[in-house]
Protein backbone atom coordinates (compact mmCIF):
# COMPACT_ATOMS: atom_id res chain seq x y z
CA UNK A 1 0.00 0.00 0.00
CA UNK A 2 1.50 3.15 -1.19
CA UNK A 3 1.28 6.58 1.29
CA UNK A 4 -0.55 9.48 -0.48
CA UNK A 5 2.01 11.79 -1.37
CA UNK A 6 2.58 14.52 1.05
CA UNK A 7 2.98 18.23 0.17
CA UNK A 8 5.39 20.45 1.18
CA UNK A 9 4.23 23.54 0.51
CA UNK A 10 1.01 25.00 -0.45
CA UNK A 11 0.38 26.60 -3.48
CA UNK A 12 -1.16 29.61 -5.26
CA UNK A 13 -3.50 27.38 -6.55
CA UNK A 14 -4.23 25.64 -3.19
CA UNK A 15 -4.59 28.58 -1.71
CA UNK A 16 -6.62 30.34 -3.83
CA UNK A 17 -9.33 27.57 -3.55
CA UNK A 18 -8.98 27.02 0.01
CA UNK A 19 -10.12 30.51 0.81
CA UNK A 20 -12.73 30.63 -2.14
CA UNK A 21 -14.30 27.44 -0.35
CA UNK A 22 -14.35 29.31 2.93
CA UNK A 23 -15.64 32.06 1.28
CA UNK A 24 -18.39 30.87 -0.47
CA UNK A 25 -19.79 29.28 2.49
CA UNK A 26 -20.09 31.97 4.43
CA UNK A 27 -16.73 31.81 6.49
CA UNK A 28 -15.70 35.74 6.73
CA UNK A 29 -11.85 35.71 6.92
CA UNK A 30 -8.78 37.55 6.30
CA UNK A 31 -5.36 35.70 4.71
CA UNK A 32 -2.61 37.24 6.73
CA UNK A 33 1.19 36.03 6.88
CA UNK A 34 3.30 34.57 4.07
CA UNK A 35 -0.10 34.18 1.85
CA UNK A 36 -1.22 37.93 2.75
CA UNK A 37 1.87 39.25 2.41
CA UNK A 38 1.59 37.93 -1.58
CA UNK A 39 -1.99 38.97 -1.37
CA UNK A 40 -0.99 42.39 -0.80
CA UNK A 41 1.73 42.43 -3.35
CA UNK A 42 -0.52 40.85 -6.43
CA UNK A 43 2.09 38.45 -6.82
CA UNK A 44 4.10 34.82 -4.82
CA UNK A 45 7.58 35.79 -3.33
CA UNK A 46 8.35 32.44 -2.19
CA UNK A 47 6.68 29.31 -0.97
CA UNK A 48 4.39 28.96 2.07
CA UNK A 49 4.06 26.06 3.73
CA UNK A 50 0.07 26.73 4.71
CA UNK A 51 -3.00 29.50 4.43
CA UNK A 52 -2.91 32.04 7.83
CA UNK A 53 -6.44 33.29 8.61
CA UNK A 54 -8.21 35.37 10.66
CA UNK A 55 -11.48 34.18 10.86
CA UNK A 56 -14.55 35.93 12.53
CA UNK A 57 -15.50 34.33 15.66
CA UNK A 58 -19.67 34.07 14.91
CA UNK A 59 -18.54 31.95 11.72
CA UNK A 60 -16.09 29.52 13.95
CA UNK A 61 -19.04 26.74 13.48
CA UNK A 62 -19.29 27.05 10.18
CA UNK A 63 -15.55 27.06 9.46
CA UNK A 64 -14.92 23.92 11.37
CA UNK A 65 -18.32 22.25 9.77
CA UNK A 66 -16.81 22.94 6.22
CA UNK A 67 -13.02 22.10 6.57
CA UNK A 68 -14.36 18.66 8.13
CA UNK A 69 -16.54 18.19 5.11
CA UNK A 70 -13.29 18.37 3.07
CA UNK A 71 -11.17 16.05 5.07
CA UNK A 72 -9.21 18.34 7.28
CA UNK A 73 -8.77 17.34 11.11
CA UNK A 74 -6.91 19.26 13.56
CA UNK A 75 -2.80 19.02 13.71
CA UNK A 76 -2.22 21.64 16.65
CA UNK A 77 -3.83 23.86 19.06
CA UNK A 78 -1.01 27.03 19.22
CA UNK A 79 0.50 27.74 23.15
CA UNK A 80 -1.78 31.13 22.66
CA UNK A 81 -4.76 29.11 21.76
CA UNK A 82 -7.69 29.69 24.36
CA UNK A 83 -10.78 27.92 24.46
CA UNK A 84 -13.82 29.57 23.56
CA UNK A 85 -17.60 29.03 23.33
CA UNK A 86 -19.73 29.94 20.55
CA UNK A 87 -23.60 29.30 20.35
CA UNK A 88 -22.73 26.61 23.34
CA UNK A 89 -20.30 24.70 20.94
CA UNK A 90 -16.31 24.87 21.95
CA UNK A 91 -13.81 25.92 19.94
CA UNK A 92 -10.27 26.71 19.88
CA UNK A 93 -8.89 30.20 19.47
CA UNK A 94 -5.27 29.58 17.50
CA UNK A 95 -5.10 26.25 15.41
CA UNK A 96 -3.43 24.40 12.76
CA UNK A 97 -6.33 21.91 10.42
CA UNK A 98 -4.45 19.73 7.86
CA UNK A 99 -5.49 17.64 5.19
CA UNK A 100 -3.96 14.45 4.65
CA UNK A 101 -2.79 15.29 1.38
CA UNK A 102 -0.30 18.05 3.75
CA UNK A 103 -2.36 21.09 2.72
CA UNK A 104 -2.84 23.19 6.13
CA UNK A 105 -4.67 26.32 7.34
CA UNK A 106 -3.56 28.15 10.24
CA UNK A 107 -6.29 29.78 12.19
CA UNK A 108 -6.46 32.87 14.84
CA UNK A 109 -9.84 33.55 15.79
CA UNK A 110 -11.39 37.40 15.74
CA UNK A 111 -13.73 39.02 16.68
CA UNK A 112 -14.73 42.80 14.74
CA UNK A 113 -16.80 45.32 16.53
CA UNK A 114 -19.20 47.73 14.75
CA UNK A 115 -16.39 50.80 14.52
CA UNK A 116 -13.93 47.74 12.89
CA UNK A 117 -12.08 47.77 16.21
CA UNK A 118 -9.94 44.00 16.16
CA UNK A 119 -10.71 41.90 19.52
CA UNK A 120 -8.00 39.12 18.84
CA UNK A 121 -9.44 35.68 21.13
CA UNK A 122 -6.15 34.24 22.23
CA UNK A 123 -3.29 34.88 24.68
CA UNK A 124 -0.59 37.06 23.30
CA UNK A 125 -1.87 39.29 20.51
CA UNK A 126 -0.80 41.20 18.19
CA UNK A 127 -0.53 45.05 18.29
CA UNK A 128 -3.35 45.25 15.69
CA UNK A 129 -4.01 48.66 13.77
CA UNK A 130 -7.51 50.08 13.48
CA UNK A 131 -7.62 49.16 9.80
CA UNK A 132 -6.43 45.35 10.42
CA UNK A 133 -9.26 43.51 8.57
CA UNK A 134 -9.33 46.17 5.38
CA UNK A 135 -7.08 44.56 2.72
CA UNK A 136 -7.87 43.11 -0.22
CA UNK A 137 -5.33 41.29 -2.60
CA UNK A 138 -5.32 38.76 -5.46
CA UNK A 139 -3.91 35.12 -4.76
CA UNK A 140 -4.03 33.79 -8.62
CA UNK A 141 -5.89 36.65 -9.93
CA UNK A 142 -9.13 36.08 -7.26
CA UNK A 143 -9.71 38.51 -5.21
CA UNK A 144 -9.33 38.19 -1.31
CA UNK A 145 -9.47 39.91 1.84
CA UNK A 146 -6.62 39.84 3.55
CA UNK A 147 -4.97 42.00 6.54
CA UNK A 148 -4.06 45.61 5.84
CA UNK A 149 -0.21 46.19 5.27
CA UNK A 150 0.00 48.34 8.58
CA UNK A 151 -1.42 44.62 10.63
CA UNK A 152 1.14 42.78 8.32
CA UNK A 153 3.78 44.68 9.62
CA UNK A 154 2.71 44.89 12.83
CA UNK A 155 2.27 40.86 13.25
CA UNK A 156 5.82 40.70 12.18
CA UNK A 157 7.68 42.71 15.21
CA UNK A 158 8.51 42.44 18.78
CA UNK A 159 10.08 38.86 18.24
CA UNK A 160 13.38 38.03 16.62
CA UNK A 161 12.33 37.22 12.70
CA UNK A 162 13.32 34.24 10.27
CA UNK A 163 15.13 35.63 7.20
CA UNK A 164 11.80 34.68 4.83
CA UNK A 165 10.06 37.11 6.90
CA UNK A 166 12.00 39.96 7.30
CA UNK A 167 12.08 39.80 3.62
CA UNK A 168 7.67 39.83 3.60
CA UNK A 169 8.48 43.30 5.99
CA UNK A 170 10.56 44.41 3.72
CA UNK A 171 8.51 44.04 0.75
CA UNK A 172 5.90 45.47 1.81
CA UNK A 173 7.37 48.89 3.29
CA UNK A 174 9.06 49.21 0.12
CA UNK A 175 6.41 48.14 -2.36
CA UNK A 176 3.28 50.20 -3.29
Not at 2 to 18: G, H, I, V
Not at 79 to 86: A, G, L, R
Request: with cysteine.
Amino acid sequence: MQTPCMTRTMSAEQARAAYELLDQNGVRCWVMSGWGVDALLGRVTREHKDLDLLVLLSDLPRYADVVRRHGFQRKLEWSENQPIDVNAMHFDSAFVDAHPDGREIDVHVIDVDPEGAVTQLHASPWPLPRDAVSGMGTIEEATVRCVSRAAQIAMHSGYDLPEKHREDVHLLQVTT
